[in-house]
């Protein structure tokens, strides 16, 4: 039983990491908090819904979900982000008008589709179960944990090894200087845009096929956890973030299997608590993301 | 949203002037007008519930206007207010419906928020009738406080005595949500039924609304090999409860209260709900109080069927036109009213009230057969 609640934890940590890593990113490279990240995650789970159900095959209507949510993150930057950029607004301008676009995209997927909870289609996707020893694994989670794990590897080789990564840390370096050593800043920044918001439409897609649910207030249930996983895994890092999600989701599954779930939420924030008293920069330290 | 809800006012209204004219035939009341307050959650995290309360109210709105709800005469204007699952918005709500004149209050749509906003209602001498406030506790906020809602209590006993007889049931495990009044109750109810029954549970698990992963609360469950799975949720969590039970290989009977009656639990669960035995107050295919009629033109009209918070609210709406009917126009009068009502005959069967305000009508037990609800026998 054990063995299977550990599955059940890294399921859970896959999507919450996916989830997570574009939150974070997005910190490392502007500093600042995009709180309108669960929208567009609620915004692409609805997209591929919608593509699903007018006859498009899953992987293709996923697709071209994940490059909608891009494309709305990067409206999202040049609506509530960059006019306050320009005007060297500070950060907690910057966090409020994000809740105003969460909010706003919110509302326009209300108004689309109802505060009523949706399915995919019957049969758009694997239903198959495993039994691996004592283990009973779905088909469907494996595939998320194979996107994610894959997502998250193309996400380091990115920043890792491309040009545009070493644009995207350097301009999370330091903006100006980025800017006199001939980096386009709004073409680098847009584009740090698409990747989050891909990923975070990703991460939507994932959780609403693996709970085949999709509703307008899907992001809340993950906004506060995408938070907290971020803070613990240092602010800004990638692999700080991954490692965060995996370990909130194990020790969320593990409480409720040993405690309660009734506890679950205050063991897990104990947790996490005690990790930043000892780490107070969390467990990947700071800027983590520049050193990538 | 405001405009939404504006609009049902103004369509409703409008729709009210021809009734004086469809339905001339004038009981005591004929000619006035009866301001009747509603509060529902049509969005936020309860949006599914109050929804198809509002639809409810937009077809009775209808139906009084066409003469198919008969309030002698008068005219029921239902001034519907989406109060968005907030409970502070719930109490701004019940302050305006205590002073703009309304002679009844109905809602709000979940308990909890009835145990907030009742007593300011109560304090301004406002009838309230709650349609789906189920938990415990709700009729003795106030002397003018009814529901027409079947309670947890009064539905779930004969739903688990028919189960246990049927499947033979020695062991259960419980899983219910532990933050909400409504789910916690029903741990409470099934349990005392369960015990009643000599039923051992084996397990007890909880959840917290809105979670999405029940895996590891149904690993520890099939752990124990329960021969009944009781399920104490509403319907968004009780189909992902269903689904993962299955998805686990978890093959206990499931067991479920009023929270579970709704077609959506169905169309969401797919097949995970088929066999499901629900303790409800509301047969969608019941032939009673122009039932039929009814789902036929809800379907038609909002294109999907009811579900029992929109039966629930349209019984409330017929409950209202009979003491219209009768003569009661002020919030006093349509307290006696319901005091003395009659046997009513509503989409939800024969209803009236007891003495302890709560509603007396007939429990139905159902279970989810070929992507339906049918008796369960």
């Known amino acids: 039983m054990i063995l299977q609640q550990c599955a059940n934890g890294i399921f859970l940590g896959a999507v919450y990491a996916l989830f997570a890593i574009g939150y974070t990113l997005v910190f490392g490279v502007l500093d600042i908090l995009n709180l309108a990240h669960a929208a567009i995650f609620m915004a692409a789970a609805f997209a591929a819904l919608w593509l699903t159900a007018s006859g498009w095959p899953l992987p293709g209507a996923a697709l071209a979900a994940v490059v909608f949510a891009g494309l709305l993150g990067i409206g999202l930057d040049r609506v509530a982000f960059a006019p306050l950029r320009r005007r060297n607004a500070g950060t907690l301008a910057p966090l409020i008008s994000s809740i105003g676009a969460a909010i706003v995209i919110g509302g326009v997927f209300r108004g689309l589709f109802g505060p009523d909870e949706r399915r995919f289609p019957e049969g758009s996707f694997a239903a198959a179960q495993f039994h691996i020893g004592p283990l009973t694994v779905g088909a469907l989670d494996l595939i998320i944990l194979g996107v994610a794990l894959g997502l998250m590897l193309a996400l380091s080789y990115v920043m890792r090894a491309t040009p545009l990564g070493r644009d995207i840390r350097a301009v999370a370096e330091d903006r100006v200087a980025a800017a006199l050593l001939g980096i386009d800043l709004e073409r680098t920044i847009a584009l740090t845009f698409f990747i989050a918001s891909a990923l975070g439409g990703a991460a939507g897609i994932l959780i609403g096929l693996q709970y085949n649910s999709v509703s307008t207030d899907m992001g809340g249930r993950i906004e506060l956890k995408g938070l907290a996983i971020i803070i613990l895994g240092g602010m800004g890092s990638v692999t700080g973030a991954v490692v965060g999600a995996f370990v909130l989701a194990l020790v969320e599954t593990l409480t409720v299997a040993s405690i309660g779930a009734s506890y679950r939420d205050a063991v897990a924030f104990g947790v996490m608590f005690l990790l930043l008293v000892l780490r107070p920069s969390g467990l990947l330290g700071k800027r983590a993301l520049r050193a990538a | ?377």
């Open chain 2, 1 to 377: 949203m405001r405009n939404r809800s504006g609009f049902i006012v103004a369509a409703a209204s409008f729709s009210l002037l021809s009734a004086s004219v469809a339905s001339a035939a004038g009981g005591p009341a004929a000619g006035k007008t009866v301001k009747v307050g509603v509060i529902a959650d049509v969005t936020g995290a309860a949006g599914v519930y109050g929804t198809s309360q509002k639809n409810a109210y937009v077809l009775a709105a209808d139906d009084l206007a066409a003469g198919r709800i008969d309030a002698g005469g008068a005219k029921i204007q239902f001034d519907v207010q989406d109060s968005a699952s907030d409970p502070a918005q719930v109490v701004t709500l019940t302050q305006r419906f205590s002073g703009d004149g309304s002679a009844l209050l109905i809602g709000p749509t979940l308990s909890s928020e009835a145990k907030k906003a009742d007593p300011i209602a109560v304090r301004a001498g406002l009838t309230i009738l709650a349609t789906s406030n189920t938990a415990q506790g709700i009729t003795t906020l106030g002397p003018c406080v009814f529901r027409n809602s079947l309670a947890e209590e009064q539905v779930v006993p004969e739903a688990v005595a028919r189960a246990v007889a049927r499947w033979k049931v020695k062991t259960a495990a419980v899983i219910y949500g532990d933050d909400d009044q409504f789910t916690k109750s029903d741990f409470d109810i099934f349990k005392a039924a369960l015990d009643a029954h000599g039923v051992t549970i084996v397990d007890v698990e909880t959840f917290r609304k809105k979670d999405v992963d029940f895996k590891s609360q149904l690993t520890k469950i099939a752990s124990k090999k329960p021969d009944l799975l009781v399920v104490g949720a509403f319907q968004e969590e009780a189909v992902k409860i269903v689904v993962q039970a299955k998805q686990l290989g978890l093959n206990a009977h499931a067991i479920g209260g009023n929270g579970l009656n709704s077609p959506k639990f169905i169309e969401l669960a797919g097949p995970a709900a088929e066999g499901v035995v629900v303790g409800a107050a509301y047969y969608p295919g019941n032939s009673y109080g122009g039932n039929r009629e009814f789902v036929a033109r809800y379907k038609q009209r909002f294109g999907s069927a009811p579900d029992q918070f929109a039966a629930q609210a349209y019984a409330a709406a017929q409950i209202t036109a009979r003491a219209v009917r009768d003569g009661a126009t002020t919030s006093e009068q349509i307290c006696t009213a319901f005091k003395r009502l009659p046997v009513v005959q509503t989409v939800l069967g024969p209803v009236a009230f007891e003495p302890s305000r709560d509603v007396r009508a007939a429990s139905a037990v159902l279970q989810v057969k070929g992507g339906g609800f049918a008796y369960f026998k």
